[in-house]
């Protein structure tokens, strides 16, 4: 078995003359929280999307499980994104449906499983997001940061492999944004999945990682545990670090 979840390989796109990523080479380790770290509008979304093949590169090369994604026809994509889910920026809910039918909806639409089974996997997940029992509240009636725990619920609910989140505590107050950055920690130790993790929220993003990567200028410049992205000696790191106040960061190694 191949010790990766995700292999990124001299990746590059362009839109236009924008070139967004300038060769990107990235190893995501299985069953570990890798954050993607960077400034806005940087790449780490357009990154993202290549992840799933909802993007497709100028060139280079995404390993997903041992398999080279980037040429696939669309029936193979849709393959390999059964070993992915996804929280969205705005938990991307059906407003229309219940949070059980939000929930069950990949479920009803991708796998045969009795209602029965149906129900019981449903309320396994709500109550791993702590919302057992609000499976008949509507999504206009629940906080952001239900509304959140929701969409991680509905990512889990197939048990894929791997977890993207994108932005997870983005327009939430920092006391949510604890609770949610405390959720996918627990989630993550107690399923033992890949989680890889766009964000702003720089500093509960630290709490979070396994791993750390720093994309700037389309490049990833700097990968290690927090502690060695803090230690960092590179220049553009240290000036992003001081901007987010970093607890414990000086501005680089001695």
């Not at 979304?45 to 060139?59: E, F, M, Q, S």
């Not at 107690?190 to 750390?212: C, E, N, P, Q, W």
């Not at 803090?230 to 607890?247: D, G, H, Y």
Request: proline share 3%.
């Amino acid at each position: 078995m191949e010790d990766y979840a995700i292999r990124i390989v001299d990746l590059h796109k362009s839109f236009g003359t924008q070139k967004v990523l300038d060769g990107i080479n990235l190893t995501i380790e299985q069953g570990k929280t890798t954050v993607i770290i960077g400034k806005s509008g940087g790449g780490k979304t357009v990154l993202l999307k290549h992840l799933i093949g909802l993007i497709k590169p100028d060139r280079g090369e995404i390993w997903v499980n041992g398999t080279e994604i980037t040429k696939l026809k669309e029936r193979e994509l849709n393959e390999v994104r059964k070993s992915f889910g996804m929280l969205f920026q705005e938990a991307a809910l059906f407003d229309s449906m219940n949070v059980f039918d939000n929930v069950a909806f990949p479920l009803q639409e991708h796998k045969k499983v009795s209602e029965k089974e149906v129900k019981r996997i449903v309320e396994d997940r709500l109550k791993q997001v702590g919302l057992l029992g609000f499976g008949d509240k509507m999504p206009s009636e629940l906080s952001g940061g239900m509304r959140k725990r929701v969409g991680l619920a509905r990512a889990l609910v197939l048990d894929p492999e791997i977890i993207l989140f994108d932005e997870p505590t983005s327009a939430l107050d920092p006391i949510i944004s604890l609770t949610i950055d405390d959720l996918i920690k627990e989630t993550q130790l107690h399923l033992k999945k890949t989680y890889v993790v766009i964000s702003h929220d720089i500093l509960g993003m630290f709490r979070i990682a396994d791993r750390v990567a720093m994309l700037s200028n389309g490049k990833i410049i700097e990968y290690g545990t927090p502690y060695e992205i803090k230690q960092s000696n590179k220049e553009s790191v240290i000036e992003f670090l001081k901007a987010t106040k970093i607890p414990g960061f000086a501005g680089g190694a001695e």
